[in-house]
């Protein structure tokens, strides 16, 4: 992270419930695979996760 750079903060709700699918947390929006890179993923890959879990939201 480049400095004047901040950290985008995590979408969790703390409501850690999956769909009926097993795929899909319904407390943030996100699928299990994209909570499980988080943790990793740079300032632009957490802005991909955050637009598509706000596509779920409202679909």
Known sequence: M???TKEIVSPC???C???TTQTL???CYRLVSEIGE???????????ILM???KRQYK
């Open 2 to 4: 480049t400095q004047g």
């Open 13 to 15: 709700r703390n409501v």
């Open 52 to 54: 598509s879990s706000k």
């Open 17 to 19: 419930k999956l769909d």
């Open 38 to 48: 988080w943790s990793e993923a740079s300032n632009e890959r957490k802005h991909e």
């Open 25 to 27: 947390c319904i407390g």
